[in-house]
């Protein structure tokens, strides 16, 4: 299972970018899917998540950043807004993921894409 993300980039403050991150392999089900971020000495932290029709976002990027799903395609996007400098980072897409009936979802992340807010 490959969890592959897309739309980074660039931009300057006050901008905007969408991410996708579409989920690939074999498996039977797919759970909650979420956007994490890094930058530079700190800690990953949260950015937002989906699971099933309810979501769960920071507090830093609350009526900025809207995350969505398309099920059928097994793909999450992260609609960014009103970006800030601070915005700044490594975005990694994470995914539960069941490969098989029976087994238990398993932690799936992307690779990062690179996120860069100029003032």
């Known amino acids: 299972v490959q969890l592959q993300a897309s739309g980074g980039g660039l931009v300057e403050a006050g901008g905007s970018l969408r991410l996708s991150c579409a989920a690939s392999?074999?498996?039977?089900?797919?759970?909650?899917m979420g956007w994490y971020r890094q930058a530079p000495g700190k800690q990953r932290e949260l950015v937002a998540s989906?699971?099933?029709?309810?979501?769960n976002s920071a507090d830093s990027v609350l009526g900025r950043f809207f995350i969505s799903r398309d099920n059928a395609k097994n793909t999450v996007y992260l609609q960014m807004n009103s970006l800030r400098p601070e915005d700044t980072a490594v975005y990694y897409c994470?995914?539960?993921?069941?490969?098989?009936?029976?087994?238990?979802?398993?932690?799936?992340w992307g690779r990062g894409t690179q996120v860069t807010v100029s003032s």
């Open positions: 994470n995914a539960g993921v069941r490969r098989h009936w029976g087994r238990d979802f398993d932690d799936i």
């Open positions: 392999g074999r498996f039977v089900s797919v759970n909650s």
């Open positions: 989906i699971r099933g029709g309810s979501t």
